[in-house]
């Protein structure tokens, strides 16, 4: 049973950068046809996606936030790291990651997620 | 555009059929996901590519496409069906992925 579990420092002052990590348990990242996407959630809001991660390497990020925004792998610990540099208020929000797999050829969407984290910028 | 456009809330009552849309341009030629996300939880998948249900979904989600327009159709609504609904689609020539900006169905 594949898990994923967010973590990270729950407060974060603005102008600082933002670090999560997600946690995989039954599935391996570099697993042909995976990736690995964050969405986020702003408070009583709608999903936002943020950007995925390829079981390659290849990444994509949301336009508004690509100047900003890392994503990665981290294979000998089984876990995806999120780097989100000066942050503001705007950035405030639920973070989740989620797992997808391509089947014939498209993605399948996200069908493992965790439960998120939640992440306040204070001024 | 990129963008995908849902109702902002559907009520229904109990036993009846609920239908929650999803319009965007790039919808005739991209596959649609659906996702339900109950209070405080995180989503599930309910449907993906435009019209298949993953095990453990009950049969009465379903999932179907016309042109720029994707609908969810829950048949014999219950009380626990009571959630945000969200699309979710993918733009080949960009790349970059898209949420609808949710439905919220109320069972009354």
Redesign the interface.
Known sequence: QVQLQESGPGLVKASQTLSLTCTVSGASLRSAGSYW?W?RQHPGK????IG?IYYSGRT?Y??SLQRRLSISLRTSDNQISLTLTSVTAADTAVY?C?KGTITRG??????V????TTVIVSS | SDELTQPPSVSVSPGQTARITCSGDKLSNE?A?W?Q?KSG?????II??DK?R?SGIPERFSGSTSGTTVTLTISGVQAEDEA?Y?C?S?DVNS????????TKLTVL
Do not use: C, H
């Open positions: 996407t969405i709608g999903l936002e996606w995925y994509q949301t336009p989740f989620a498209s993605p399948s969407g996200m069908d997620w965790g439960q998120g | 596959y996901y996702y996300q939880q995180a989503p599930v998948r993906y590519k298949e993953p945000d969200y979710q993918a790349d970059n992925w898209v949420f609808g900006g949710g």
